[in-house]
């Protein structure tokens, strides 16, 4: 990768967490001193599940933009360990941390 290249990608990366941020900025920064209504706040705590799970389902069942849920068992087991284990205990390290050895457990099995 050249200078150039390296600097327009980097440009690019700057401008749109700038706008992503002007983006929340816009309809959370009126009530920055005051206290947000009770439906933004329940809103406000599932973003991070849902932010989640948008990012780890194409994973799961798209191998090279093909549908192949069934292919990636080893994966939607490893998956489901996560989820369990973060139903079960919550928090936020343990479970990825169960889910990234359940699925080396499965690679090293089968």
Avoid at 40 to 52: D, H, N
Wanted: hydrophobic content about 55%.
């Amino acid at each position: 990768m050249n200078t150039h290249s390296l600097l327009s990608l980097s440009a690019v990366v700057f401008l749109v967490g700038l706008g992503t941020f002007l983006i929340r900025q816009s309809f959370l920064g009126p009530w920055a001193r005051g206290e947000l209504p009770s439906y933004v706040q329940k809103a406000l705590k599932l973003a991070p599940p849902v932010i989640f799970a948008a990012l780890i389902a194409p994973m799961l069942f798209y191998t090279d933009g093909v549908w192949q849920a069934g292919t990636n068992s080893k994966k939607i087991i490893a998956a489901a360990a996560c989820f369990a284990y973060a139903a079960w205990r919550g928090g936020q390290i343990m479970p990825l941390l169960v889910g990234m050895g359940s699925l080396h457990l499965l690679h090293r099995l089968y």
